[in-house]
């Protein structure tokens, strides 16, 4: 009964067979069973014969062979029931031919291109799901060259192709030499390509040379090498302090190699330098051996944070290779990215030489530093476990709300330098925290009184607009201007997202402050009225609730004012007089010795 009942079903819904049918052929077109699919495509069209969306599957299937011009007489053969859904599926295939085309113009890069890919399928690498396309000069992007099915392989780098250590100091001489000296490296991995570069760059016998042919010959994109306009623009920024510590760092380390191992001399700095920071943008660290490696191939990859979920790699010990997966369906003719993680702007133009559009990260950097003539400086540096004039580097990040863990260290860094009650609580501020083996201490200071709070968010605004000052950006209408300027450079047009970025998140914690302190010297039932209304003004909001709202309340003797995991006491009289007393009662995280 059953089973009559479910060709009763689809005798009665023919389109339902139709539907059942197209899943199938696109089932089997994932797993490149191109006949079947085209037999089970035509067989649902023979059910609906002007379905779009069984003319869309059958050209999909037709695009995946690679065969385009068949696929374009399928859609324009009759009129469809949803030509609109034809346009949009012509419309697709025109930009791929489009982008093919495109990349062909660069014949001699492709060349190289298509002998790392031999080289790559000679070894174990299978291409049949994506293609590398060209777009200019250097950059390249990998492409999905048919659709591809969530939760399955993208690509597939077999271990005997991969980089490691290990396999450098068997590969390159000058490599081991290095390795078995024990000099200190900050970036072992990188040393070791670099000398296999360095070594084997010229050779064309070498088994590497299709790998080698394919690095970059401009490395101007990344900051250590700016100037001009690109080089400016970046001053004042959190970031720029960055560019000269990393290059010093490199200098330290080539000086150190040449020490241990002379003969490393014959290998110029300044091509060092270059080596180590593009392969620095290269790498992949594994988390669970702590290793980083380089992956032919997979290294192509761009990053897009619209995309940062598209796919997931892993190395794979039962298969031996490096492996990408797609987390999602990705279409055909789609680019396939990789997520480099969540930094900043000028994070990414550090390790990677871009700085992405739409970046959803807006964050800032800056040292804080002792006043001097306080007359606890000696009490709070003793406390802190150091002397040294700045106090802490702190984030400032703007989001949708101020309460985040950046800000909020900050906040407290901010008390902690402006307190002024009884030195013996300082050290009860102190929290100790181990993350992955290492030991840090922070202050952890909950709102104290609205004089600290009020010395504290000045201090914040001030820094701020040092900072605004040294940017010396009028307004908004000058950065449009020298966006849409058509003689930007690429270089300094990811600069300026930098500037820009940084000056708009120090524009808000101004303005953020201004309205932080109205509402704080505000009487409570005012604040609290305004506050209640703030819809634009998330910051101010969020602060105001956690923070103002709870300095400005009267609470009786003993009565804990909570922020976080920590206790306040005040008295009646206290909170009247806007002052507070000692943190009785507070837990002190002593450290392990």
Not at 148 to 162: E, F, L, R
Not at 306 to 320: D, P, R, V
Not at 551 to 567: D, G, P, S, V
Request: aromatic share 10%; proline share 4%; hydrophobic share 40%.
């Amino acid at each position: 009964r059953r089973v009559h009942g479910i060709r009763k079903m689809i005798k009665e819904n023919p389109i339902s067979k139709g539907d059942e049918l197209k899943a199938k052929a696109t089932e089997a077109a994932y797993s490149n069973n191109f006949k079947l699919a085209l037999e089970l495509i035509d067989e649902a069209s023979r059910i609906a014969p002007l379905s779009s969306n069984y003319a869309i599957e059958k050209a999909e299937i037709l695009c995946d062979m690679g065969e385009y011009e068949k696929a374009f007489e399928v859609l324009n053969a009759k009129t469809y029931d949803n030509m609109e859904a034809i346009k949009t599926e012509l419309n697709k295939m025109n930009i791929e031919i489009e982008m093919n085309k495109n990349s062909q113009k660069y014949a001699d890069l492709n060349k190289d291109m298509d002998a790392l890919l031999r080289w790559g399928i000679s070894h174990g690498v299978d291409d049949s799901k994506y293609k590398i396309i060209t777009y200019e000069k250097d950059f390249r992007g990998v492409h999905a060259a048919k659709r591809i099915k969530a939760k399955t392989p993208v690509m597939k780098i077999p271990d005997k192709i991969i980089l490691n250590i290990a396999k450098l100091k068997s590969i390159t001489p000058l490599a081991k030499k290095v390795f078995d000296s024990g000099v200190k490296l900050d970036y072992p991995e990188a040393t070791g390509v670099a000398c296999l570069l360095f070594e084997e760059k010229d050779n064309k016998e070498s088994f590497w040379a299709p790998y080698i042919q394919v690095f970059p010959i401009d490395y101007s994109i990344f900051p250590y090498f700016f100037k001009g306009r690109a080089l400016e623009w970046l001053k004042g920024t959190s970031f720029e302090p960055n560019i000269k510590r990393e290059i010093d760092i490199l200098y330290e380390e080539y000086k150190r190699i040449i020490e241990a191992v002379p003969e490393f001399s014959k290998f110029p700095v300044e091509e060092y330098l270059r080596f180590t920071t593009l392969i620095c943008s290269r790498r992949f660290a594994l988390e669970d051996t702590s290793d980083t490696i380089v992956v032919p191939i997979a290294d192509m990859f761009n990053y897009y944070p619209e995309k940062k979920n598209q796919t997931n790699w892993e190395f794979s010990k039962a298969e031996n290779s490096f492996i990408v997966s797609a987390e999602e369906d990705i279409p055909r003719g789609d680019i396939i990215a990789l997520n480099y993680g969540t930094k900043t702007g000028g994070r990414y133009l550090q390790y990677y030489g871009f700085v992405p559009d739409n970046n959803p990260l807006h964050s800032v950097e800056f040292f804080l530093k002792f006043d001097k003539e306080d007359p606890l400086l000696a009490a709070k540096q003793d406390a802190i476990g150091y002397t040294d004039e700045n106090v802490y580097k702190a984030g400032l990040e703007l989001n949708d709300s101020f309460k985040n863990e950046p800000n909020e260290t900050l906040l407290s860094y901010l008390r902690f330098i402006n307190y002024s009650g009884d030195a013996a609580n300082l050290k009860k501020f102190m929290k100790t925290t181990v993350v992955d083996g290492v030991t840090t201490s922070d202050p952890d200071v909950p709102p104290q009184s609205i004089e600290i709070e009020t010395k504290s968010l000045g201090l914040l605004k001030s820094i701020a607009q040092e900072k605004l000052a040294i940017f010396g950006i009028k307004d908004e209408k000058e950065i449009d201007a020298l966006f849409k300027d058509p003689s930007l450079t690429i270089n300094e047009r990811n600069a300026l997202k930098v500037k820009w970025d940084e000056y708009c998140i120090y524009k808000a914690a101004v303005q953020f402050v201004d309205e932080a302190l109205k509402l704080l010297h505000m009487p409570k039932e005012k604040a609290q009225a305004i506050i209640e209304k703030i819809s634009d003004k998330e910051w101010v909001k969020s602060y105001a609730e956690e923070v103002i709202l709870k300095l400005q309340k009267n609470i009786a003797l003993h009565k804990a004012i909570t922020l976080r995991h920590f206790c306040l006491l005040y008295t009646s009289d206290a909170a009247d007089e806007r002052s507070s007393v000692d943190l009785g009662g507070r837990r002190v995280i002593k450290k392990k010795k």
